[in-house]
């Protein structure tokens, strides 16, 4: 299954983008609950801890409807405070307002209750004043505090955190695509069409403006290997054409006695074509082929006799040369007709 | 020779029977704010050019104050406050000691024989006394307490007012939390409060001061911050003569009188402190003769 560039680069962006999205939407949603939880601890516990301060008095001068007041402009003071309470030292609710509800949508929030007490009677001489003796407890306090507007607060978290996480990853791909196309296949297309041009025989094909990146380095050196294949070329142009102008058959083999190249003249020589003849084994137009073996020597003369492609015998002297590597090995022969055809 | 011996013997029976050259400790208590004017009281009587006796003073809180206290070794030891006195006690053994603070005769029960006593509380009768000059016509007076702490002072209390023509009208309460409650029917011309550690608390205090300003009842208080925080008038002990009375004692006790023999001793003179702000609030009239003998007048 052919996979493009454009959709692993998508793809592997996606699974990225869909990974870190969601980790870091968990981490915001996680960090949003326990600080509207903190913050809930923290208002509960501010609350509380001034209503008790603010009770003290009341509770000492059993001041039941000062307590309702107090209590009731602390329910006033917040929505989500649902039920409020002073408890004497003995647990006797002195004074509530509000519904006391037991829920996992209430959170209950308490504090004790002090009074400055003199440990001794010395103490009693500047007990108004804001030191000596100890704290004793005398009553408690407690405030049931609505859990709705933290809950609905964290759901709009969660949802506004899966919108932004579904906006990142649809950005995301739109992005790599872009990115892919321009930056990726882009480039790519006058190189894959260059490509396609030399294999079609066209050497002339040149990127122009390659861009300033890799892509850019591969047009140039494309630039350049197209610009060498057209030296390669026109140099086996002018060979072609030496060998076409010898007036003699020529061919050239394979060790394994394999054409590999033939001029006009042998062709005209033996009434085949080009592509007819190259890739032939020597031995398949010879008119005895068991004997090709001997013939394929490096010898000045020898006559060969060849069958035409119309099956008639006919024959010449002709030179067999090996040729060999710089290291000695044998790369194949070159046999020309050095007489005239004898039919 | 034999002469000479005679009259050194003779000279130091006179020196000790003075004093001369002795020292005396006096240790305060860091919470006791009228310690200075009471130290006052004490170097008048005792650093007369007569006795010879010099005083140091030490702070109970010091962190050196207790190693100070027994490398100085001083003849006698007067402890000023809770603090000062329950460090004395606890750091010196042996030493003759004069204690001034808010206590009973009782609190000495045990140690009587080191220690003479010169409390700070001033006595009912006395407060009657103090305020009937302040405030003639008063007829019903209350008087606010813990009876565990205060029913012999209140009874005793209670036989004065007779005397005076006034009627003493007790309101017991056993806890805090009762104190204002304790007050709810209190049909009477003014509330005096007395040393009490039930009734003498913070949130007590306001609530009281609250209760009895709404009722238009004014409140006696034990010190200057209960006239600063809303009593009509302050009653509290003449800290330099208290003082005096600490040094008397003290000197008796370097005389060579026996710790034991010396009686319990209370303040005989009292000072007072007015709020003339309560006193137009509430529409009672404070004559200028009283203002004019009060130690400290607040809220002009």
């Known amino acids: 299954m052919r996979i493009s560039i454009a959709t692993k680069v998508i793809v592997f962006t996606a699974v990225q983008v869909i990974f870190f999205t969601f980790v870091l939407g968990w981490y915001f949603v996680a960090q949003e609950t326990l ?94 004043a804001e030191s000596g003796g100890r704290q004793e407890p005398i009553g408690w306090v407690s405030l049931y505090i609505s859990l709705a507007s933290v809950k609905k607060r964290m759901d709009d978290i969660k949802n506004m955190a899966f919108g932004a996480v579904f906006l990142i990853i649809v950005v995301a791909i739109q992005s790599s695509f872009a990115f892919t196309k321009f ?47 057209e030296t390669t070329y026109v140099s086996r142009d002018y060979l072609g054409n030496i060998l076409h102008s010898v007036a003699g058959a020529l061919m050239v083999l394979s060790p394994e006695g394999v054409i590999l190249m033939v001029n006009r003249a042998a062709m005209e020589f033996l009434g085949y074509s080009q592509d007819e003849l190259l890739g032939q084994s020597l031995p398949a137009l010879l008119a005895e082929p068991a004997a090709a073996g001997d013939y394929l020597q490096d010898k000045k003369n020898v006559f060969l006799a060849f069958l035409t492609k119309e099956g008639k015998r006919i024959g010449s002297a002709f030179s067999v040369a090996a040729m060999k590597d710089e290291s000695g090995a044998l790369t194949g022969y070159v046999i020309l007709a050095r007489g005239a055809l004898i039919k | 020779m034999a002469s000479l011996s005679f009259w050194l013997v003779g000279q130091s029976s006179v020196l000790a029977a003075t004093g001369l050259g002795e020292t005396v400790a006096v240790v305060k208590s860091k919470s006791m704010a009228a310690a200075d004017q009471i130290v006052r009281g004490i170097r008048l009587i005792c650093e007369r050019p007569e006795t010879g006796v010099s005083i140091q003073e030490y702070q109970a809180q010091d962190p050196g104050a207790a190693a100070t206290l027994k490398a100085a070794v001083p003849a006698l030891i007067v402890a000023l406050g809770k603090e000062a006195f329950d460090l004395v006690l606890a750091q010196t053994q042996d030493k003759p000691m004069v204690v001034s603070r808010l ?133 509290e002990p003449d800290y330099l003569d208290h003082g ?46 009283a203002k004019n003998q009060a130690t400290g007048v607040f809220g002009q």
């Open chain 2, 244 to 289: 005096r009375q600490v040094g008397e004692a003290a000197l008796r006790i370097i005389k060579g009188e026996k710790v034991f023999s010396i009686a319990f001793v209370y303040p005989v003179k009292t000072a007072y402190f007015l709020n003339v702000a309560i006193a137009e609030r509430l529409g009672i009239k404070i004559n200028e003769a």
């Open chain 1, 183 to 229: 930056f990726i296949v882009m480039p790519l297309r006058p190189l894959l069409k260059g490509i396609e041009s030399i294999i079609k025989g066209d050497i002339t094909y040149k990127i122009s403006r390659p861009p300033k990146d890799e892509f850019g380095d591969i047009a140039i050196s494309f630039n350049v290997m197209v610009k060498s294949l």
């Open chain 2, 103 to 235: 206590m009973h005769p009782a609190d000495l029960e045990g140690i009587s024989a080191r220690v003479a006593g010169v409390t700070l509380l001033v006595p009912i009768r006395l407060r009657l006394e103090c305020l009937t000059k302040i405030m003639p016509g008063i007829k019903r007076v209350g008087v606010i307490y813990d009876p565990a702490q205060n029913q012999a002072d209140v009874d005793e209390g209670a036989k004065a007012a007779s005397g005076m023509g006034i009627e003493l009208i007790s309101f017991p309460v056993k806890a805090v939390e009762d104190v204002v409650g304790g007050l709810s029917h209190a049909a009477i011309d003014v509330l005096l409060m007395i040393p009490d550690t039930t009734v003498c608390q913070p949130a007590a205090i306001k609530a009281i001061l609250m209760d009895m300003a709404a009722k238009k009842i004014p409140v006696v208080g034990i010190s200057r911050y209960y006239a600063q925080s809303g009593a009509l008038v302050a009653i």
């Open chain 1, 35 to 128: 600080e509207a939880r903190a913050s809930l601890t923290k208002l509960g516990s501010t609350l509380s801890k001034n209503l008790a301060r603010q009770s003290e008095w009341l509770i000492v001068s059993r001041d039941r409807e000062g307590l309702r007041r107090l209590l009731s402009g602390v329910l006033e003071s917040g929505p989500d405070i649902v039920y409020a309470a002073v408890k004497s030292r003995n647990g006797d609710i002195l004074a509530s307002v509000g519904q006391e509800a037991h829920s996992s949508d209430v959170q209950e929030f308490g504090h004790v209750v002090n009074t400055r007490v003199a440990q001794s009677v010395d103490e009693t001489v500047d007990m108004t």
